[in-house]
Nanobody
Framework: VQLQASGGGLVQAGGSLRLSCAASGRTFSMGWFRQAPGKEREFVVVIQWNGRTTYYADSVKGRFTISRDNAKNTVYLQMNSLKPEDTAVYYC????????????????????WGQGTQVTVSS
């Protein structure tokens, strides 16, 4: 499975961006991680195949919303009320393994990765 992420850019604090991640095949769990300069890759959000089961990092709850269109094998991340600390390279990830919720927060548990898209939030 190949993942193609898009939608990053430069936005002012308080603004919005929408990321997309298109997969070349079906995936069970799809999510987003991000990595800021000098920091480790961190979990942002994941969504299961049913489109209803989601897990969010506390830092983005209430501001980010993930959704998926299984007919298009595509996941969307709507990011609102962006903050400078959201600045990072955002990576789309996917797995077809059935994992406990705690494992979904770990980058090492994902089998497929997109190329990353830069999100920069200016203050």
């Amino acid at each position: 499975v190949q993942l193609q992420a898009s939608g990053g850019g430069l936005v002012q604090a308080g603004g919005s961006l929408r990321l997309s991640c298109a997969a070349s095949g079906r995936t069970f769990s799809m999510g987003w991680f991000r990595q800021a300069p000098g920091k480790e890759r961190e979990f942002v959000v994941v969504i299961q195949w049913n489109g209803r089961t989601t897990y969010y990092a506390d830092s983005v709850k209430g501001r980010f919303t993930i959704s998926r269109d299984n007919a298009k094998n595509t996941v969307y991340l709507q990011m609102n009320s962006l903050k400078p600390e959201d600045t990072a390279v955002y990576y789309c990830a996917a797995t077809n393994q059935l994992l406990p919720s705690g494992y979904l927060l770990l980058p090492s548990r994902y089998d497929y990765w997109g190329q990353g898209t830069q999100v920069t939030v200016s203050s």
